[in-house]
C-alpha cells in the first residue's frame, strides 16, 4: 500500500500519510518510516486490540484532520470491516477489492476484477469528498526503503461510550492433524471434484507422488476435509515444490496461499478459470478422468 | 430475546459459467444467464432462521434486484423466512455499491431491525463492501466476516474470521450489522411443503416513491460513479497448456512428474 501511495503521490504531487493506530506500536511506527513516508503515531489504550468501533472513531478523526484526496485500506478481513463502515459513517465515496489505482484529471479510475476474476472491469469515480479505496494484498511490489520518514504523535478522539463491540479474545485452531505447510508436494481438491466419494482418488494420487492432500475452502467448510487442509487466506500458505490444483477455480483468497509454489500444476475443465494464470502448466480436462489415467501411465 | 432480522439477499450470475462482454463495454452479455442465490447469502439467510428459532423473532429477506429475484425470494421463504421485500431497483448490473447499499439501509430504516445481515462479500461484484456501508449509514454497530453468532444477554457474541485461521471474539450491543461467512453453519434444504406454500406468499415491492424518492437517480451520493468499460483480463499467466486426448494429457503429465523426479519409483 505504502508502494501505491507513493506511486499515486509522485503524480498528483501531495504527500503520502500513514495512519497506524495502537498501543506501543514505535517500533512498526519507525519500520513504516523507514518507507520515506510520515507515520501519523495515535497511541490509545483503546486501540490496544482492534474493534471496529474504536478504530472507526480513529479513522474518522484523521480523515478529518488531515482531509485526504484518497484513503488506502488493505483489503482483508480487519479491512472490509474497516474501511466500508468509515464511507458510510462519513458519506464519503468507496471503492473496494481494487487491483490498480490511478488519478484521471479530477477522477480515480480503479481496475477490479469480477466473477470469479473472469471479467476486468475499470470504474471511475468522481468527488470532492475523500475517496476510500480498499486494495488487494499483492496488488504491488512492496515499496522499498526510502529516506525522509518521519513519525508525528498524533491524538485521536475516541468517545469509550460509543464503542459498542468489546474484544474477548483471540481463537486459535486446535485441531491435531499433518502440517501442510511443511510438506514439498501437495495436490489439492477443489469444488471440481464434485463429490465427497471422490476424495480418495486424489489421495492415491498424492500418494503416488508422495505428496499430502489439501483443499480448497469449499471442502473443509462442507467437513469433506479438516479445516487443516485448507489451503489460502483464511487457511494455511504453502510454499511446496509441487502444487496440483484439482478442479480448483483459482479465487484470490486461495491464489493468496499457494502462489509462491515452486510447480504449480492445474488441472481444470474451464478454460477461462483464473487458476490458469498462477500455473506453471495448465491441464483444460476432466479432473475425474485425468487422474485415474494418469495414475495409470506412472504405474506402467 | 426475540429478534427482528433483516437478512440482505442478492442474486447473482452463476460465476462457475462463461462471460462475454456486451457490445457497449459496460456490462457482461445477460441473455444466456442462469442465476442464482449469492452463495455467502446461503449461509447468511440460514444464520437469520437459526437465530430466529432459537430466540423468537422475524426473518425478513431483503433485496434490491429487477423481477428475477422474486424466484430467489420464493426460496428464502421456503427455507425459513417469515417475510420478503424487493426493492424494485432493476439496473441488472448495479456496479455502484455504494447506491446499493444505501437503497438497503433506507429499506431497512422502514422495517424493524435488531439485526441486519449480510453475505460476506457477493461473488460476482467481489466488494465486501455492502454490510459495512449499512452499518455506517444507519449507524449500527457491526463485526465482519463472523463465522459464529451467538445471542446473549442484551446483546450478541460473535467471532469473526482473520487470516491463517485465527478468530477474533467480541461481545457486542444490538441493533447490530454482521457480515456472514462462508462454513458459518450448513444451509438447509427447503421441505417440499414450504416450497409449495411459497408459491403463495406475497412479496412485498419497494417502489422509489416508498422509500421518499423521485426515481432511482435521485439517489443522492457524494461522488458520481461510472464504469469506463470491462474486458476479458489480460492473462499475465504463462501457463504452459498440456493438450490433446485425456489419455495423451495423461502421458505428457505423468512424464512431466517422471522428469521432474516427483513420480515415486
Ligand atoms: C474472507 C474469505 C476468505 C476465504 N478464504 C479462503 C481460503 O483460505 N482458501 C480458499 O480456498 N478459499 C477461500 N475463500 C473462498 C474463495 O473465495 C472461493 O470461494 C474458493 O476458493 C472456491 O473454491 P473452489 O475453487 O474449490 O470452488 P469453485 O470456485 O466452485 O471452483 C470449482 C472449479 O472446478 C472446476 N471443475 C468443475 N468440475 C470439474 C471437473 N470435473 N474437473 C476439473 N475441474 C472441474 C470448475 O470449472 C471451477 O473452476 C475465502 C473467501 C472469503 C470471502
Ligand atoms: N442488490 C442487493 N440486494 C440485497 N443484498 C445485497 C445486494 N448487493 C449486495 N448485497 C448483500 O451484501 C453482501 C456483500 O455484497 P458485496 O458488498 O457486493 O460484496 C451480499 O452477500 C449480500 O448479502
Redesign the interface.
Known sequence: MIAIGRELASRSGGPVRVALFGEKVRALADALAGHGVEVLLAEDPALA?????AY?QAAQSIVESTRPRLILVA????G???????????????V??CLALRFDGERI?AT????????????????S?P?VA?VRPGAAKAAGPAPGGIITSTTVRIDGSKV??????????QVQDIDIAGAD?IVSAGRGIQKKENLPLIEEFAK???GVVGAS??L??MDWLP?TR?VG?????VRP??YVACGI?GAMQHVAGMKDAS?I??INT?P?A?I???????????VL??LP??L???KS | MPLNIVVCLKQI?N??L??Q?APDGKD?KREALNYKLNGADEYALEEAVRLKEKSGGRVIALTAGPKRTEQMLREALAKGADEVTRIAFDEPAA?D??KV?RLL?AAIRTLPHDLVLTG??S?????????????????L?????VTRVESKAGGL?V???????????????LP?VL?IQ??ANTPRYAPLPAIMKAARQPIKELSPAALGLASWDAVS???????????????????????GT??E???T??????E?G???R
Open positions: 486490540e482492534y474493534t471496529p468501533d472507526g483489503h482483508t478481513s480487519q472490509y470491516d474497516l474501511a466500508p463502515a468509515l464511507a458510510g459513517t462519513m458519506d464519503l465515496p468507496l473496494t477489492n479510475m477490479r476484477r469480477l466473477l470469479n476474476e473472469k471479467v476486468q472491469a475499470e470504474v471511475e469515480i468522481a468527488s469528498r475517496i480498499t459498542r463491540t468489546r474484544f474477548l479474545s483471540i481463537e486459535r485452531p508436494i503416488a507422488l508422495g475452502r469449499p473443509t467448510d479445516k485448507q487466506q483464511s487457511g494455511k500458505t515444490k509441487l477455480s510447480l500444476i492445474a474451464d477461462s483464473p490458469f494464470e498462477v500455473a506453471h502448466v495448465g491441464i483444460v480436462a476432466d478422468k485425468l489415467a494418469t495409470k501411465e506412472l | 450470475p460465476p462457475d462463461q462471460f462482454i457482461i456496479y455499491v455504494g447499499a439501509a460476506v462479500q461473488d460476482d461484484l467481489v466488494n465486501s463492501a455492502t454490510g459495512g456501508l449499512i452499518a455506517g449509514i444507519l449507524g454497530a457491526h463485526a465482519s466476516v457474541e467471532a469473526c474470521e482473520l487470516e491463517g485461521g485465527l478468530q477474533r471474539v467480541y461481545s457486542m450491543a447490530a457480515t462462508f462454513g451520493l457524494p461522488y458520481t460513479f461510472g464504469v469506463r468499460g470491462l474486458s476479458p483480463p489480460a492473462a499475465k499467466g504463462h501457463a504452459e497448456m498440456i493438450t485425456v489419455e494429457q495423461a502421458k503429465l505423468a512424464q512431466l512428474l517422471r521432474k516427483f513420480a515415486r
